[in-house]
Nanobody, 120 residues
Framework: QLVESGGGSVQAGGSRRLSCVAS????????VAWFRQAPGKEREGVAL???????DYGDSVEGRFTISKDNAKNTLYLQMNSLKPEDTATYYC??????????????????WGQGTQVTV
């Protein structure tokens, strides 16, 4: 189970940190990712991390967003800086059990959070 928090309203240029707490498994052995979806748009990959800590970012957030995790707390984070109105969306964390997963394809992730709204 994945539970996100940290969403809300923020002014353009501001920062926000999203959290995603995992229960029922160890986040250290899974690949994880953040996706977002704005009204009328397809789900978009924001950031991902494999179990070795290798990360990748979507072009629209590169240099502004940072994905990280605290394995001791089984928690995934998304630090969002220099937020823009176009970052407004519902943000979802995702995870998968495949130890070699590292993909932007939403269908490859077995576990999803309920989503948290970010409005800029």
């Amino acid at each position: 189970q994945l539970v996100e928090s940290g969403g809300g309203s923020v002014q353009a240029g501001g920062s926000r940190r999203l959290s995603c707490v995992a229960s029922g498994y160890s986040s250290s052995s899974y690949c994880v990712a953040w996706f977002r979806q704005a009204p009328g748009k397809e789900r978009e990959g924001v950031a991902l991390m494999n179990r070795y800590g290798t990360t990748d970012y979507g072009d629209s957030v590169e240099g502004r967003f940072t994905i990280s995790k605290d394995n001791a707390k089984n928690t995934l984070y998304l630090q969002m800086n220099s937020l823009k109105p176009e970052d407004t969306a519902t943000y979802y964390c995702a995870a998968d059990v495949d130890p070699d997963c590292y993909t932007w394809l939403p269908d490859e992730y077995a576990y999803w959070g309920q989503g948290t709204q970010v409005t800029v």
